[in-house]
Each structure stands twice: as C-alpha cells, then as structure tokens.
C-alpha cells in the first residue's frame, strides 16, 4: 500500500490565480529536481478554477468554503519514502531555497498537510 500525502495550498494576497499556478509549477520542477530519486511516485496538483480571476465555481457551499487554491496529492512508495524526501527537504540549502521561492507565491501561515487514508473508487457501469 503507498503512502500518501495531500497538501491543503493557498496563494498570497495579491497573487493571481494564473500567477500563482505558474509559480507553483516551476516552484515544482526545482523540487522534483532538487529531491531525485527521493521525488514522490507522483505529485498531482488540482487547481481550484476561478474563470473571473478570483471567484470558483461553486455548486454546494460557498466562497468561504474555497478559499484554497489548490490541493496537491503526493503518493509516496511507503512512509520510509516519505521521510527521506522530507530529509531532502530539510538540508538547510534547501529549506533555504524553498522558503525564499515561497515568498513570492505560497501563503504558508494557511492550508496544511495531511496523511490520507486508502481511496475508495466507484466507476461507471458499463
């Protein structure tokens, strides 16, 4: 079974939905760069669509309810895993290199990380 992670993310104020999700994406190929080996088996990133540049798309709830911009799943192999791509993380050149890049985009006095459970999938019927 994998381990996996999800990453509750929220722009600074100021920052553009389109902005931030570029940021965020080169933000990413310096991780997966800087990690190697060490890089989750997949990282997935869902952005929250905001079609007028702020405000979601909501069917049930509301604004409030969304205040996030994207959720990030990381799956890793095992929680070993984990731990060694946090230890990649936490050289000091690179917690160095990630909290200065942040500043530019990434709100990190909100959202949070969390282990998730096992998924459970209904499909279609044929």
């Given at each position: 079974m994998?381990?996996n992670?999800?990453?509750v993310?929220?722009?600074l104020p ?6 931030f999700?570029?940021?965020y994406?080169?933000h990413?190929?310096?991780i997966q760069?800087m990690?190697?080996?060490h ?10 669509q905001?079609p007028?540049g ?8 509301s604004?409030a ?7 990030a799943?990381?799956?890793f192999e095992?929680?070993?895993a984990w731990k ?6 936490g050289?000091?050149?690179n917690?160095?290199w ?5 500043k ?15 998924a ?7």
């Open positions: 994998t381990f992670v999800l990453i993310g929220h722009r100021g920052i553009y939905p389109s902005q999700k570029q940021l994406e080169r990413m190929s310096h760069e990690a190697g080996a890089f989750p088996l997949s990282h997935t990133r869902r952005y929250i905001r007028d702020e405000n979601a798309t909501v069917f049930l709830g604004q309810d969304f205040d996030y911009d994207v959720l799943e990381m799956v095992d929680g070993d060694a791509f946090c230890e990649v993380l050289r000091e050149e917690t160095k990630i909290m200065e890049d942040e530019n985009f990434y709100d990190r006095t909100r959202g949070g990380v969390v282990v998730l459970g096992e459970e999938v209904t499909e279609r019927k044929a």
